[in-house]
């Protein structure tokens, strides 16, 4: 078992280019996905709590009373809860859980309006809005492809495209009153003050001075990797040197206070704490919402984390245990919930899915527990969690599958076959490429139903803005600049060996001379820059920045993207690397014996395996 999770973590990166993809594209309003706590203003009105398994409860009086189960998250508005099903329904109820109503199905997130009325996103890229509180029929489709969204201060909603145009609606209910606000975005958030936050592709961070206009922003960092809104409505960020910093003042390039160093990844758990993965394995977790905040180790050993529907921490250990937080911010409270895993995702409804060192794929039926599991599937090569929440996963025979109902082991439909990889574009539809080189993107989530979009492919890749990057066989390597199009490609390149996506979503590809090219543009043909030279094979770190293998067998790591001499040799006498969960190096020396890095850019911070 050890040695196929070595192999699975090493031999995807062989000898050549292991390719990461871009960071996911997440709009942090998602982190209201649970209000673990909500309690009304007034003298004695409700208050309620969401436990780790879904129930729902009315917490006023001294006696809790249970009023919904199977819950993923929820909202209270002038006293009616409205809450957001494992399986994708919407029911709205009184707050001691009678009066219960059927909203709508098929949902994949919810919010509410400044109207009072619910906004949901269905899994298909529809957006729809309520024109009539509580009304299970009175629904109004106000837009199509959009990837995420949120409501903004003044109430109204604002949504990112899978184009990675970003739009506000300017009139209630409407499906034509829009204004796109920005393009080019990676993810955006609403911070404290209700204006937007974007991150574009080039790594810059972006702050509205005046709602609703496209052209009041203010550039307020650069070098950003991910962000995410704190319980305080300010702006955390990562770095792609591994700093994480948090705004104190909204609307400031200034006013930042740095959390933390060393961060691998990030998250903001139930409560608005802040999580981070650092590069050593250990995993930190704030003790209170604020810049000044103490950290607490919560647990070690980690080679990656989510957080689950619940709000609490799920992480996947090196030897292949996985493990699902019981509290927040402990270290102690902790329940075991599988072993020889290989890699996991939180689905659609907030619970676990895991693939097992067997091929096996299993999904939890109940939050926060080790024994309510079901097997989804078996010859699983690779999975992922599609747009819709569903799960998508390839089969070592080359078949293409996605579930239909979540949690179900009999709702699986065949999608695709002689598919050699699959991912999934920027709305939130699958990419495959056959083992005849044709690509195929799909039209309709759930479906077969696709449409060929290229020939003559190598290999490929999401780009930062979602769209596809793909090599072909003679070494050229081509951008699309429309999803789904067969037609709307732009070269970007020639003589390329290998390519992988930054951490920056742009380009870095090797060329058959040993040259390393990093694209300083999206989409450019002509905007490249030539960071290496002598170079074997590349990779992607955690952190976004390139590592190389020369052809002396020295081991480099880039520490600042899209520089030529910002390197440093981290090690000699290397065979072959890959990079490892934990987003540090894994390399196989000459001498037959692998080694892990346990500190990013350390020459000297390396354990044998």
């Known amino acids: ?62 006696t809790h009373v249970l009023i919904d189960t199977m819950v993923e998250r929820f909202r209270v508005v002038n006293d009616s809860v409205y809450d957001m099903h494992t399986n994708g329904s919407l029911e709205s109820m009184n707050s001691s859980g009678l009066g219960k109503t059927v909203l709508d199905s098929g949902v994949h997130s919810f919010s509410v309006a400044g109207h009072g009325l619910v906004v949901d996103l269905h899994g298909d890229g529809t957006l729809w809005e309520q024109a009539v509180a509580g009304s299970a029929s009175a629904w109004t489709k106000v837009d199509n492809g959009v990837h995420s969204f949120a409501v903004a201060d003044n109430g109204l909603v604002v949504d990112l495209h899978g184009d990675d145009t970003l739009w506000v609606q300017t009139v209630a209910d409407s499906g034509s009153a829009w204004t796109k606000l920005d ?25 509205q001075t005046v709602a609703s206009f496209a052209s009041g922003w203010s550039k307020v960092d650069s070098g950003v990797h991910s962000i995410g809104i704190a319980d305080n ?18 609307g400031s390039a200034s006013a930042w206070t740095k959390l933390d160093s060393d961060v691998h990844s990030f998250a903001v758990a139930g409560q608005g704490l802040v999580v981070d993965l650092h590069g050593d394995g250990t995993l930190w977790e704030q003790t209170v919402a604020s810049p000044t905040s103490t950290w607490t180790k919560v647990d070690r050993g980690v080679h990656s984390f989510s957080i689950a529907g619940n709000g609490l921490i799920v992480d996947l250990h090196n030897d292949g245990t996985l493990w699902e937080q019981t509290s927040l911010a402990s270290a102690s409270g902790w329940t075991k919930m599988g072993t020889g895993v290989l890699s996991f995702a939180v689905a659609g409804n907030g619970l676990i899915v895991s693939l097992h060192g067997d091929d096996t794929l299993w999904q939890q039926t109940t939050a926060a527990s080790a024994a309510g599991w079901t097997k989804l599937d078996s010859s699983v090569h690779t999975f992922t969690v599609a747009g819709n929440g569903l799960v998508v996963d390839l089969h070592v025979d080359g078949t293409l599958w996605e579930q239909s109902v979540v949690g179900s082991s009999s709702a699986l439909k065949k999608l695709d076959s ?13 990419v495959d490429l056959h083992v005849n080189g044709i690509l195929r993107e799909q039209t309709v989530a759930g479906a077969p139903s696709w449409t060929r979009v290229d020939t003559n492919v190598q290999s490929f890749a999401i780009a930062g803005n979602g769209l596809v ?29 290998s390519f992988s ?53 020295t081991l480099w790591e880039q520490n600042s993207a899209g520089s030529a001499s910002a390197w440093k040799k981290v090690d000699s006498g290397v065979y072959s690397f890959s990079i490892a969960g934990s987003g540090l190096i894994l390399d196989l020396h000459n001498d037959g014996t692998v080694w892990e890095q346990t500190i990013a850019d350390s020459s000297t911070a390396w354990q044998q395996l």
Do not use: C
């Open 1 to 62: 078992m050890f040695l196929k999770m070595l192999l699975s973590r090493l031999g995807k990166g062989s000898s050549r280019a292991t390719r990461r993809p871009a960071p996911a594209r997440r709009a942090f309003p998602g982190v209201e996905m649970l209000e673990a706590r909500e309690v009304l203003s007034g003298g004695l009105t409700p208050s309620y709590v969401l436990d780790s398994h879904g129930n729902l409860y009315n917490t006023t009086a001294p």
């Open 469 to 497: 990057v793909d090599l072909y066989n003679d070494g050229s390597l081509w951008e699309q600049t429309s999803a789904g199009s067969a037609s709307a490609w732009n070269k970007v390149d020639s003589g390329v060996y």
């Open 418 to 430: 002689s598919v050699h990889s699959f991912s999934m574009a920027g709305n939130g539809l699958v």
């Open 501 to 553: 996506i930054a951490g920056n979503g742009l380009i870095v590809d090797l060329h058959g001379d040993g040259s390393l090219r990093e694209q300083m543009s999206a989409g450019s043909a002509s905007s490249w820059k030539t960071v290496d030279h002598g170079v074997h094979s590349f990779a992607v770190a955690g952190n976004g920045l390139v590592v190389a293998l020369h052809g002396d067998g």
């Open 183 to 207: 393009s080019d975005v990676h993810s955006f958030a609403v911070a404290a003050h209700g204006l937007v936050v974007d991150l574009h592709g080039d790594g810059t961070l972006w702050e």
């Open 233 to 250: 409505g300010l702006v955390v960020d990562l770095h792609g040197d591994d700093t994480l910093w948090v705004q104190t003042v909204a």
